[in-house]
């Protein structure tokens, strides 16, 4: 049978009835018996095993513990729950540990995403017929997990299903369960590199929050990053040993800032070993590119006639002002500099809080820092481009300007978006004009909407 079938055969297995389930795996497992090396991430049947055997697992799941039963990929629930339940208080070790190897693995966060790491750590072990066949002692239990449709709640099915399955360990694999920080996405495994970059103060990297990732989308043309194999594309997955999935904005840079021995960074890159590109992270990439087209088809003309007034004679890098504080959940339903002017009068009206100095720096690439607290030292926010939407001085109060932040670009929410203003004073108007301007001038390379007016 042609490799190229495999994702034909795979299109509809949710729909499957449990023989074809069961036949499906049977096809694939031949196919894999056929390796005479150890099967590792980039076996080209891998994948296809993979898929079945969840089908196998999540046909019939009732998810006893979720909301009217939806969830169906929750049979990692279940796997868990194992070790509350020995049959003839028999424990299985090996088992056990193999649980202990996904509970412990930082890099997977869902239910779905540790039972696909459990299965690649069951398969290394030889133990993948070791759950269904100690679930399957446990009539009650069996039960509560599955239906009456299940392939495991039905006896022919069920031995069926321990049967191939215990095939599979006379099958050698080498599957990495470390790299796994994908797994809720897809079963492909993509390439890493872990780099150490010696102590910065900046990375020289313009980054982005895209669905819970923070994607590279610029970089300084010969920084040390670029030198060490960072590219524009990249997923940076961990940070200093920390991991960064859903990390909140600003994080890279405190880090950073705590970080007097040089950093190591694990990346994600965008294209695998063969080549192709590596579908999660390009999914991402793209809808930041159509982000970012957006926002420049809706700035029109106003970003030329703003960088034309720039003064040459100030320094860009840094300017003293005023943190007055911010207004967070606005709909940006208006035009945004009439948006900013209603976020500083409310403010002004109601905030009780203290005034408090901050210096504001523009770094090298594309971000905003504010520094206040003792010497003006303490970072307490840091913003990229491509998370800012627009900034203003205000109309009536022409000492104060703000800046529209948004929370990352989210694929697959469908709600309005909602964003922070965040309101400084400056010394004098000009003051607020010019810092104003010399934030425009970073849009540059990411066409994101300013407006002064």
């Not at 470390?178 to 495994?189: R, V």
């Not at 087209?293 to 840094?318: E, I, M």
């Not at 209603?342 to 905003?368: C, G, H, W, Y």
Request: proline share 4%.
């Amino acid at each position: 049978m042609m490799a190229t079938s495999r994702s034909n055969l795979l299109r509809s297995l949710n729909d499957c009835t449990c023989e074809q389930i069961l036949q499906e795996l049977k096809v694939v497992i031949a196919l894999l018996q056929q390796s005479t090396q150890r099967v590792e991430d980039d076996h080209i049947y891998l994948a296809a095993f993979c898929e079945v055997l969840e089908a196998a697992f999540t046909k019939g799941l009732k998810s006893p513990n979720s909301l009217f039963g939806i969830n169906k990929d929750s049979y990692w629930n279940w796997i868990v729950s194992l070790d509350q339940y020995y049959f003839n208080n028999k424990h299985n070790p090996v088992l056990q540990k193999a649980i202990e190897e996904v509970t412990s693995n930082r890099q997977v966060h869902t239910p779905l995403s540790r039972g696909r790491c459990f299965i690649r750590v069951a398969l290394n072990a030889k133990i993948i017929s070791v759950p269904v066949e100690q679930l399957a002692k446990n009539h009650k239990l069996t039960s509560y997990w599955y239906g009456a449709d299940s392939i495991i709640s039905q006896d022919e099915y069920k031995k069926l299903l321990i049967s191939l399955l215990f095939e599979v360990t006379a099958v050698d694999f080498s599957l990495n369960y470390q790299h796994c920080s994908f797994l809720d996405e897809t079963w492909i495994i993509p390439s890493y590199q872990r780099i150490v970059l010696p102590p910065l103060k900046t990375l020289d990297m313009q980054v982005c929050h895209v669905d819970h990732r923070i994607l590279v989308v610029a970089i300084e043309k010969g920084c040390l990053a670029q030198q060490a194999g960072v590219s524009p594309g990249d997923i940076i997955d961990e940070f200093a040993g920390q991991v960064l999935h859903s990390s909140p904005q600003g994080k890279l840079l405190k880090i950073l800032q705590s970080c007097s021995n040089g950093v190591a960074l694990v990346l994600v890159k965008h294209s695998l070993p063969s080549g192709d590109v590596f579908a999660p992270i390009h999914k991402r990439k793209l809808f930041y590119e159509k982000s970012l087209q957006q926002k420049k088809t809706q700035s029109g003309p106003k970003l030329a006639r703003l960088f034309s007034s720039g003064s040459n004679h100030h320094d860009r890098s840094q300017h003293h002002l005023v943190y007055l504080g911010k207004v967070d959940n606005i709909l940006q339903n208006k035009p945004s500099d009439h948006v900013i002017n209603t976020a500083i009068n409310k403010l002004l009206q109601e905030s009780t809080m203290k005034p408090q100095p901050v210096t504001l720096r523009l770094d090298s690439f594309q971000s905003i820092a504010l520094f206040g607290g003792d010497k003006e030292k303490t970072l307490f926010a840091h913003y990229v481009y491509s998370e800012i939407c627009s900034c203003a001085v205000s109309t009536q109060h022409p000492t104060c300007l703000g800046v529209l932040t948004g929370s990352g670009v989210h694929l697959l929410s469908d709600a309005s978006p909602s964003f922070t203003c965040v309101v400084l004073e400056a010394p004098s108007p000009d003051e607020a004009l010019l810092v104003c301007q010399h934030i425009a001038e970073g849009f540059q390379k990411t066409t994101w909407f300013v407006s002064t007016s």
